[in-house]
Each structure stands twice: as structure tokens, then as C-alpha cells.
């Protein structure tokens, strides 16, 4: 049974930051590109970041580039989202989503696996 498990959301003020931890498990988990995904109130679902399982290569969406990073510990079978000058529209569920094969990382369709999602609220 594959599971996705969100953590690391929260309130925080803006320009603060918060760190965001999916840990997996029931999958291969080095072969997955794991992705970052948002919903904002009243928004529809949008991408934030991937990263691919083998090459460990980045995907960000413009609006998060250069505040967000994410990264993997292929040992822990956990994603992260480092997210760093927050700003009030940063205000989202966040999901964590798992594809095998990777092909369009910015394309949630795509995703094979999907977390519970962790609120983040940024205030002003």
C-alpha cells in the first residue's frame, strides 16, 4: 500500500519560512519524480516544484522560483519543500505527488500518488 504523508505546515508570518516533509512509503521510491503541488482557496490545483528520481534534476514554477527548493533523501524515502520568503498568495494546501514515469513533471494528471496535502497560511 503506497502511501504519501505531508508535514511542516503551518502559520507564519510573511517573509518567514517553513520546511515541508513527505515522507512515502509502499514504493520504489528512488525512481520516482516526486512533486510539489498547491491548492489556494477558491484556486484551482497548481504545480510548485518536481524533482526527478534518478538525476535529481529540479522543475519550479515561475512563481516560486528562487524562494522554494526542493529536495530528496532517496535513504529516507522523503521529499522536501524549503520554502523561504514567504509570501501571503504562497496561502495553500500543499500536496506531495509521486509519478513513475516522470514524463511531463509539471502535469499533476500525470501523478500516480497524491498525500493528504499540509495547510500552509502565510499572514501579512
Known amino acids: 500500500q503506497v502511501q504519501l504523508v505531508e508535514s511542516g505546515g503551518g502559520l507564519v508570518q510573511a517573509g518567514g519560512s517553513l520546511r515541508l516533509s513527505c515522507a512515502t512509503s509502499?514504493?520504489?521510491?528512488?525512481?520516482?519524480?516526486m512533486g510539489w503541488f498547491r491548492q489556494g482557496p477558491g484556486k484551482e490545483r497548481e504545480f510548485v516544484a518536481a524533482?526527478?528520481?534518478?538525476?535529481?534534476?529540479?522543475y519550479y514554477a515561475d512563481s516560486v522560483k528562487g524562494r522554494f527548493t526542493i529536495s530528496r533523501d532517496n535513504a529516507k524515502n522523503t521529499v522536501y519543500l524549503q520554502m523561504n520568503s514567504l509570501k501571503p498568495e504562497d496561502t495553500a494546501v500543499y500536496y506531495c505527488?509521486?509519478?513513475?514515469?516522470?514524463?511531463?513533471?509539471?502535469?499533476?494528471?500525470?501523478?500516480?500518488?497524491w498525500g493528504q496535502g499540509t495547510q500552509v497560511t502565510v499572514s501579512s
Open positions: 524533482i526527478r528520481g534518478t538525476s535529481s534534476y529540479t
Open positions: 505527488a509521486a509519478d513513475v514515469y516522470g514524463s511531463t513533471p509539471r502535469d499533476g494528471r500525470k501523478y500516480n500518488y
Open positions: 509502499g514504493l520504489t521510491f528512488s525512481i520516482y519524480t
